[in-house]
């Protein structure tokens, strides 16, 4: 299936694409039983992923014309319009992680990732993530993300293909979360 898949950086004429794939995986608009099988949190807007895009912070995975996945990759600056980006950017003093000093000039807020039902455990997310590293390495060596503990596949997908490492758990709005950093210098094993 992944076979016909290709990369791009998202441009604006996109944006439906990723509205409609959010929309199918958003958390708000899922049972609990589909829950367990991944779900995204965020709800962005059009001006939002208008923004991401401007910023060459937005990646897809296409498929016969179709957007079947996306990745964010955006800088703290852009995702300080959500509270808990703000609390996870208070906690960087107390982190660490391999020899770097966490910032929020040094890393990008890795996430949220989505990947249609259909293509999950397919492979797609090891190759996925690797042109958004080539891309984003350019700008940032470190990238941080946060893992709602209740998503076992996103953990799994995370930990143990991409080989992200736990640097912290922290509950936010009575939420728990592994707090995650990857090595951008570090190529992804496809």
């Given at each position: 299936m992944i076979q016909n898949t290709?990369?791009?950086?998202?441009?604006?004429?996109?944006?439906?694409?990723?509205?409609?794939?959010?929309d199918l995986y958003l958390v708000s608009n899922l049972s609990d039983e589909?829950?367990?099988?991944?779900?995204?949190?965020?709800?962005?807007?059009?001006?939002?992923?208008?923004?991401v895009i401007r910023q060459e912070g937005l990646f897809l995975?296409?498929?016969?014309?179709?957007?079947?996945?996306?990745?964010?990759?955006?800088?703290w600056e852009f995702f300080s319009q959500w509270p808990i980006?703000?609390?996870m950017i208070s906690l960087f003093p107390e982190l660490s992680f391999k020899n770097f000093e966490i910032?929020?000039?040094?890393s990008f807020q890795y996430g949220p990732i989505c990947i249609a039902k259909k293509y999950r455990g397919q492979g797609l997310i090891q190759p996925f993530f690797e042109f958004m590293r080539i891309h984003l390495l350019k700008k940032y060596p470190?990238?941080?993300?946060?893992?709602?503990?209740?998503?076992?596949?996103?953990?799994?997908a995370h930990i143990n293909?991409?080989?992200?490492e736990v640097i912290t758990e922290f509950t936010f709005?009575?939420?728990?979360?592994?707090?995650?950093a990857y090595d951008m210098n570090v190529p992804v094993m496809v």
């Open positions: 290709h990369f791009k950086v998202a441009e604006i004429e996109d944006i439906p694409g990723v509205l409609a794939l959010q589909e829950k367990k099988e991944g779900f995204v949190t965020t709800p962005f807007s059009i001006e939002q992923l208008t923004e995975a296409i498929d016969n014309s179709c957007i079947v996945a996306y990745i964010f990759g955006a800088s980006f703000n609390y910032t929020t000039t040094n470190l990238s941080i993300t946060f893992i709602n503990t209740t998503n076992m596949p996103s953990q799994k293909k991409l080989k992200w709005n009575n939420n728990t979360y592994l707090a995650l």
